[in-house]
Structure formats: structure tokens, C-alpha cells
């Protein structure tokens, strides 16, 4: 006769559960990070054919573990779509693309404000482009003036921009900076904006920094990304804040909220400007 196995109980199941790895700490230098797609968060359309704008689009919570419901704290953003590039274009990850130039209008490619959000009105700029003083404001009194002569030295092109609050406080900056070449670019994030742990120039809302290790679906193939958190104790407000790099162009995306920002809509917004710079 044969035995029947007695059927696992409800402990023994969870003790066969692979045991989850641990999260790696942030390493204590800087680096670029080659990042993969936040399946979390949205998925591109390919392009398909030159001149064509490709959609990006929120997954539905119940297909994202973990972010089931609508209380994850997730903002509704519209639907995003690249705008169409010039005909006979790369795009700026092309292999053809040399210099990672990315030829569709810049200031199309920043992330819009989540719906309910209120506009900036300091960040709307002329005819979408805003100056280097725009850029500068975050940072401290003593950084601006080293802030400025770097991006001159650098031959900073354009810079886009947009900024928000949303009705939970939180204060959301984006900005677009385009420079000559993608080697210029990296140059710029890797080694002027970054430096050992913390961000190079200071920004006014934060007195200590510690690098965050991201969300591993928050990470978008061939977009750079060094972040940061404002340190405990903080004041009044945190800052969350990172640089993303792809192609030429180099974002500074900043979040302050009192009491604390939140860790998932700043992914989620990282994110989805790291999906339209690809």
C-alpha cells in the first residue's frame, strides 16, 4: 500500500518560503546606475516608425504587488505620450545617436502635474523655457554662484522645467537641463552634481543628505540615477530629491512636504520622467 503524504499545514508552507534577500545599502560613492523598467509604475509603448509619439501608461493597481489599492499613496497622473521626433530621427538611447541628443522638444518631455495638482507659477517660464536664476532657486545663497559658473563651463543649452503641489502638501520641481553631447551630460551628473554622499550643491531646504538605494522597479533602462533623502533630524519640511541622466539631458527632480516625503510618489514621479527621457 502506499502512504499518503500528510498535506503541509500552514506553518510548514511559510517556513518553505525562500527567504527574502537583503536590500544592499547604498554604497558610500556616487555612482551612474544603468537602470531597468518600474513595471510598478508605467510601461512605453515602441515607437513605431519615425515621427511617431509613443504612449506611456499607468498598469492597474491590481496587477502591481503590493500597490493594490488606491490608499498606496500613488498620484493619478494623465496619460503620458512622447512627443513625435523630427522625421529621420534617432531617439537619444539609438545606438545611432552619438551624441544622445534628444530631438524632440524638451520642454514636451517634462513630466506633467498629476491631476488635482496646483502649477508653479514660478516654473512656467518663457514659452516653456525657464533661466538658469529659475534653476538656481533651490539651492543656498553661497551654491549659486558655483552652480551657475558650472553650468557656463559645461555649455548648458536649455533648461525646461515644471513644478507643483499636491493636495497632501507636497511640493514637487522638475527640471530639464540639455547640454551638447551625452558624454558632457554624464560628466555633469557623475562628477558636478554629485559628490562623495551627498549632492555637490547644497539645496536650501536640507542640511544633511543620505544616499537612497531605489526602489529596484524604479529603475529605467539606460537613464542614470543618483538620489538622495534629507537626513534625520530634518526641520520642518524633508527633502527627497535626484538627478537623472539620459542622453544629454540631465533632471533634478526635488520633493518637500512637511512632516516627511513620501517615498512612493517620489518613485513614482522619478520614474515616470526617467520613462519619457528614454
Not at 500500500?1 to 503541509?8: A, E, N, S
Not at 559658473?149 to 511640493?171: F, K
Request: proline letters at 10%; charged letters at 20%; aromatic letters at 8%.
Amino acid at each position: 500500500m502506499t502512504d499518503q503524504q500528510t498535506p503541509p499545514t500552514t506553518d510548514e508552507r511559510a517556513e518553505r518560503q525562500p527567504t527574502p534577500l537583503p536590500v544592499r545599502p547604498a554604497t558610500p560613492r556616487p555612482r551612474l546606475r544603468a537602470t531597468l523598467r518600474w513595471a510598478a509604475a508605467a510601461f512605453v509603448f515602441a515607437v513605431v516608425g519615425t515621427g511617431t509619439a509613443s504612449g506611456i501608461t499607468l498598469m492597474d493597481r491590481t496587477d502591481v504587488p503590493g500597490l493594490a489599492t488606491r490608499s498606496d499613496g500613488r498620484w493619478d497622473y494623465p496619460e503620458l505620450v512622447r512627443p513625435p521626433l523630427p522625421s529621420g530621427s534617432p531617439g537619444p538611447l539609438a545606438p545611432s545617436n552619438k551624441a544622445g541628443a534628444h530631438y524632440a522638444d524638451l520642454r514636451a518631455l517634462v513630466l506633467p502635474a498629476p491631476h488635482g495638482a496646483i502649477p508653479d507659477p514660478g516654473l512656467k517660464g518663457d514659452d516653456g523655457w525657464v533661466t538658469t536664476k529659475d534653476f538656481m532657486a533651490p539651492y543656498t545663497g553661497e551654491s549659486r554662484p558655483d552652480v551657475r559658473q558650472m553650468l557656463v563651463d559645461n555649455g548648458l543649452r536649455h533648461i525646461a522645467a515644471r513644478g507643483w503641489t499636491t493636495p497632501d502638501g507636497t511640493h514637487t520641481r522638475i527640471y530639464l537641463l540639455q547640454f551638447d553631447t551625452a558624454a558632457v551630460a554624464e560628466d555633469v551628473l557623475g562628477r558636478q552634481f554629485t559628490g562623495y554622499a551627498e549632492p555637490r550643491y547644497r539645496i536650501a531646504e536640507a542640511d544633511a543628505y543620505a544616499l537612497e538605494e531605489p526602489f529596484p522597479e524604479a529603475r529605467v533602462n539606460g537613464v542614470s540615477l543618483v538620489d538622495f533623502a534629507e537626513a534625520k533630524p530634518y526641520g520642518k519640511e524633508q527633502l527627497r530629491m535626484a538627478y537623472l541622466g539620459a542622453g544629454d539631458t540631465v533632471a533634478m527632480i526635488t520633493q518637500t512636504r512637511e512632516g516627511g516625503a513620501a517615498s512612493i510618489p517620489f518613485w513614482q514621479t522619478v520614474t515616470l520622467q526617467s520613462e519619457l527621457l528614454a
